[in-house]
């Protein structure tokens, strides 16, 4: 709805024959005796024009309707081409089947400010799009690094909370596996092979004190 042109949707409230509003959504005018002429054929009923969308629905039938998000229009102006005479013509984008809609107002004084609310909204609406997603990201102190730092913290988008906890000793466990290593200095020749149940393989006789479990945490 925010992107794409909807044609005959469930958008329309049957028992007060309002339109459905997305989050965020804000209603400027309601305007009635708005022909659509699509298919050369001219159709009575009412346009929506809102902070996210032009919406026409049929006097008599609510499924007969269509929504066209600002950021879907490539085009619109005031035709005086057609046998309906007047029309604002909307043009939209390739993704959305490159269509167009013809609707008219009367006067003509209020054709032209039903232009000038629509290209005036999208204009808006392309500066500053709304594709209907909303993050939020909570930044929460503590001991460990304030706002933001240490090696804690909680992303919350879209209303789910991810935490990143380090597994309990493993830093210990990769300080001394270091400390081990660094306490040799320089090897005189390489340590017997034994076979390591953990890895199923061989390999080479850890230092005195580790095992293959703790070497492996270091990496």
């Known amino acids: 709805m925010y992107r794409s042109v909807k044609l005959r949707g469930a958008i329309i409230r049957p028992d007060d024959r309002t339109v459905v509003l997305l989050p965020r959504e804000r209603v400027f005018s309601q305007l009635d005796g708005v022909w659509n002429l699509a298919n050369d054929a001219g159709n009575l009923g009412s346009a929506t024009i809102t902070s996210v969308r032009f919406v026409w629905r049929a006097q008599l039938t609510e499924n007969f309707n269509v929504s066209i998000p600002y950021t879907s229009m490539v085009n619109l102006g005031v035709s005086v081409q057609g046998k309906f005479g007047d029309a604002l013509v909307i043009a939209t984008a390739q993704r959305d089947g490159g269509c167009l809609f013809g609707f008219r107002v009367e006067p003509p004084e209020r054709m032209a400010q039903l232009e000038k609310e629509v290209k005036a909204l999208r204009e808006v609406a392309f500066a500053n799009p709304d594709f209907g997603v909303t993050v939020v990201v909570e930044e929460g102190g503590g001991e460990e690094g304030g706002a933001g730092g240490g090696s ?42 034994v076979f390591s149940g953990e890895l199923g393989l061989a390999v080479e006789a850890p230092p005195a004190g580790l095992t293959v479990g703790q070497l492996w945490a270091t990496l």
């Open 152 to 193: 804690k913290g909680a992303l919350a988008a879209g209303g789910e909370d991810v935490e990143i906890v380090e597994p309990a000793g493993r830093e210990g466990a990769a300080s001394d596996a270091f400390a081990a290593y660094l306490a040799e200095g320089h090897k005189e020749g390489d340590r017997a092979v």
